[in-house]
């Protein structure tokens, strides 16, 4: 397999040396080896493992803003422990020691995983796949969880992420009692799996079985729910990799980077955070809404610009000037923050392909 794809990258790169080439759809063990293997040799993203961990980073981010609690005390129980699940863990890991100080160690000591064998440790007495051993628990003495509710019980988790691809996994049981576990803080559920036959639960069933306090971010489109008691309408937040792709792959375009770093998507993930409006933080929500979208992209591609210039990555000497002329306000250092300038925002949105609105736009105006 890796001699194949040697073969194939090398031609790609050298018939097309500007070229970005996007992993997609990997098995787990190759997912992970590819990216490892080429990302500082070419310009290169894995959108399954840094594109879901990113836009899942940003809804978190939200989150943690509205739980309750300090970050320093969130205790994080995934469901499922293939590529995507340990790339969102590994950039939530990274979120908690940039942004909140915490040691790495410390910051790992925060996440469980439950594969289909239960909680995941280093002496349950199988053999961990490569990418499984990093957050295996060494603490768990001789307790084995072997299910999740077990493990649920043992972890008391203040969230809990599903990117396990089983249906109803969140059943009432579970989510009743994650609110049980947290009643002086919003529980943090995210089913990510897709499509909606595979989602560990609705956004409705996450409302009613929570009391309506649940933080909510899915992998598929959910409808708004109305709270009976009150006729408020809540909307589910979609951590969709729509929000992160796009602007990573146009900024990556513009920008010429020589590779695509870890505090790169970082930043993206703060820049999508940003992009919240007022009224949207006000009504709970993790996301933007999608009616903008465009916007959004926009101001997230800035911030992926601005950060590749600060990291000596960019090539472009066009944003790399334009930057230079024009820092972010707050920005002080390399570190990955997501902001912008308005002058590097206004370049890309001229950068923007703009759908026609009509096929009148299409037709050349002499014929």
Do not use: C
């Given at each position: 397999f890796y001699a194949a794809t040697e073969k194939v990258l090398t031609g790609?790169?050298?018939?097309?040396p500007e070229i970005f080439i996007q992993f997609e759809d990997f098995?787990?063990?190759?997912?992970?080896?590819?990216?490892?293997?080429?990302r500082d040799r070419i310009l290169c993203f894995n959108d399954d493992i840094q594109g879901t961990g990113s836009v899942i980073l940003a809804g978190f981010i939200s989150a943690i803003k509205l739980a309750g609690i300090?970050?320093?005390d969130q205790r994080v129980?995934?469901?499922?422990?293939g590529s995507a699940g340990v790339g969102v863990a590994k950039q939530l890991v990274d979120y908690l020691v940039i942004e909140h100080k915490i040691p790495e160690?410390?910051?790992?000591?925060?996440?469980?995983?439950v594969d289909s064998r239960g909680v995941i440790t280093a002496n349950r007495g199988d053999t961990l796949a490569d990418h499984k051993v990093y957050f295996a628990r060494t603490d768990n003495g001789d307790t084995q969880c072997k299910n999740l509710e077990e493990t649920l019980e043992y972890v008391k988790p203040t969230a809990l992420i599903g990117l396990s691809t089983i249906h109803k996994a969140f059943n009432e049981k579970i989510?009743?009692?994650?609110?049980?576990?947290?009643?002086?803080?919003?529980?943090?559920?995210?089913?990510?799996?897709?499509?909606?036959?595979k989602a560990e639960c609705t956004?409705?069933?996450?409302?009613?079985?929570?009391?309506?306090?649940?933080?909510?971010?899915?992998?598929?489109?959910?409808?708004?729910?109305?709270?009976?008691?009150?006729?408020?309408?809540r909307v589910p937040g979609q951590g969709n990799n729509m929000y992160v792709f796009p602007p990573i792959g146009l900024g990556a375009k513009l920008a010429k980077p020589t590779r695509i770093t870890d505090s790169l998507v970082f930043a993206v993930s703060k820049a999508l955070s940003n992009t919240l409006s007022a009224d949207e933080i006000a009504r709970g929500e993790l996301y933007p809404r999608i009616e903008r979208i465009r916007e959004t992209s926009a101001q997230v591609t800035a911030a992926f610009i601005h950060q590749a210039v600060r990291e000596g990555l960019a090539q472009s000497q066009k944003w790399i000037d334009l930057?230079?002329?024009?820092?972010?306000?707050?920005?002080?250092?390399?570190a990955p923050d997501g902001t912008y300038s308005q002058a590097v925002l206004d370049e890309v949105c001229n950068n923007m392909w703009a759908p026609a609105e009509s096929v009148q736009q299409l037709l050349p105006t002499k014929l």
């Open positions: 790609l790169t050298t018939a097309f098995n787990t063990p190759h997912a992970f080896g590819l990216l490892e293997q080429w300090p970050a320093k129980l995934f469901v499922g422990a160690e410390q910051a790992k000591a925060m996440f469980w995983f989510l009743s009692r994650m609110n049980q576990l947290n009643q002086e803080a919003r529980p943090i559920i995210f089913p990510l799996s897709n499509p909606k036959t956004f409705e069933e996450a409302m009613r079985f929570t009391d309506n306090r649940v933080l909510f971010a899915s992998g598929t489109a959910f409808p708004e729910y109305t709270i009976p008691e009150t006729g408020e309408v930057v230079n002329a024009n820092p972010a306000s707050s920005a002080t250092s390399s």
